[in-house]
Structure formats: C-alpha cells, structure tokens
C-alpha cells in the first residue's frame, strides 16, 4: 500500500509539473503558492517522513536532522496559520544537510519522494 501511494504521488500532474517548473527555475504563473504546496504536501510528508527515518536512519543518519528540520517547519508553518512563517533557517539547514536535495544512490523510493517533496515545498516558500 505504500508503494502505491509513492506511485500516486510521482504520478500526480500537480506534483510533478510543480517538481518541472521548480526544476527549470521557471517564474511560471502557474507557480504555487506556499500555502497551496503546504496544504497538499505536508500530510504526505507527515506519513513518509517517520518511515524514511526508521528504514534508512541506520545508514543515513542525517536524515534523523531532517526528521527534527521538518517537523519544526510544519509545526511553525501550522501555527502561522494564513501568514507565511519564518522559515528561512529551517530551510537553509534542510538544504545543507540534504546536498541541495540530493537523493542518496542506495535508497528507496519513499525517501526520494521526501526530497522532491521538500524541494517543492522549499522553492513554493522562496517565491
């Protein structure tokens, strides 16, 4: 069931036009706004994230950081309501930590739709 719902999230037009618009550095007007992002990713992100850090934890244990970075970023996001939150630390720590959202060569899909996810969520924010 998992993977089914990985395969429906790489498989979702909205997703990955926004993954290919981010990607090509595009000022599109179909660019999302963050809270547009927020609200269709950061479930996604609720559910994936816990598993990715268990699963892969052991042998990426950078990931436990973005594990701790996320959940500060969807905690402060969700208490700023509305209002765009400060989030500039949260995602400057996310990017270093993570090589720009590089996907490691020896993991699963989940961990990558992560990723792809926080890359979409983080360049919505930089607009």
């Known amino acids: ?3 089914t719902q990985i395969k429906y999230l790489l498989a979702d037009p909205y997703y ?3 993954i290919k618009t ?8 179909n660019q999302h706004t963050f809270n547009e992002v927020k609200e269709a990713i950061f479930p996604t992100l609720a559910q994936y994230v816990p ?9 990426h244990p950078e990931f436990h950081e973005v594990h701790k970075l996320v959940d500060a970023t969807m905690a402060k996001a ?7 939150p400060d989030l ?19 993991v699963c899909e989940s961990y990558e739709a992560v990723y792809k996810m926080l890359a979409e969520v ?3 924010y930089q607009n």
């Open 1 to 3: 069931m998992f993977l």
């Open 16 to 18: 990955n036009e926004s």
């Open 22 to 29: 981010q990607k090509e550095g595009s000022q599109m007007s």
């Open 51 to 59: 598993i990715v850090a268990r699963v892969h934890g052991e042998n």
């Open 78 to 84: 969700d208490a700023a309501g509305s209002e765009k």
């Open 88 to 106: 500039n630390e949260e995602f400057s720590q996310l990017r270093k930590i993570s090589d720009d959202y590089t996907v490691p060569a020896d």
């Open 122 to 124: 983080d360049a919505a």
